[in-house]
């Protein structure tokens, strides 16, 4: 995945307040995610089945 491509986008839950800010990015097999306040620290990258089930056990927390 080229991150320097990529089309992040803002998490619906982050808040602008800045304490809670995370953008997610994907293409047809990876997905990645980042805090967008350091986004030169680097991401997470997962395969879309790693990142299905991480979702969901956020959700489910």
């Known amino acids: 995945m080229d991150l320097n491509k990529a089309k992040w986008r803002k998490s619906s839950r982050s808040s ?3 304490d809670a800010c995370v ?23 997962l395969t879309r089945t790693e990142a299905r089930a991480l979702a969901a056990r956020i959700k489910n927390s």
């Open 23 to 45: 953008e997610v990015a994907a293409d047809a097999g990876m997905a990645g995610i980042r805090d967008s306040k350091d986004p030169a620290r680097g991401a997470v990258l």
């Open 16 to 18: 602008d307040s800045g």
